[in-house]
């Protein structure tokens, strides 16, 4: 089982920026496949970003591509999401994902395991 603890939501004004932290425990960081993923209120939870293994492949929702970056750093166990030009719709909680093995998040599907969520309020 891993732990994942997201950090580094918050209040900003549109057009501002933020980085989301995610740490992980548990078993071997460099094993999975991670994500993050945002759920606004009254809508389902999306995609937003996934990286592999190696942090040598990303993939991007259309929503945020240009404007979000995930990355990692395998030797602090922790998933990071650099997140510029904010807007009002990025308003959300947003969740860090692990998923075992080789498969992309966005091909395979969200892993099982989620962290308890970050808020992320964008003003206008």
Same mark, same amino acid.
Request: aromatic share 12%; charged share 15%; hydrophobic share 35%.
């Given at each position: 089982?891993?732990?994942?603890? !997201? ?7 549109? =057009? %501002? *920026?933020?980085?989301? &932290?995610?740490?992980?425990? /548990? #078993? ?17 939870? !999306? ?7 190696? =942090? %040598? *492949?990303?993939?991007? &929702?259309?929503?945020?591509? /240009? #404007? ?57």
């Amino acid at each position: 089982q891993v732990q994942l603890v !997201e950090s580094g939501g918050g209040l900003v004004q549109a =057009g %501002g *920026s933020l980085r989301l &932290s995610c740490v992980a425990s /548990g #078993r071997t960081f460099s094993n999975y496949v991670m994500a993050w993923f945002r759920q606004a209120p009254g809508k389902e939870r !999306e995609f937003v970003a996934t990286i592999s293994w190696s =942090g %040598g *492949s990303t993939y991007y &929702s259309d929503s945020v591509k /240009g #404007r979000f970056t995930i990355s990692r750093d395998n030797d602090k166990n922790t998933v990071y999401l650099q997140m510029n030009s904010l807007n009002p719709e990025d308003t959300a909680v947003y969740y860090c994902n692990a998923r075992y093995g080789a498969l992309m998040v966005h091909t395979a599907g969200a892993g099982p395991h989620w962290g308890q969520g970050t808020q992320v309020t964008v003003s206008s």
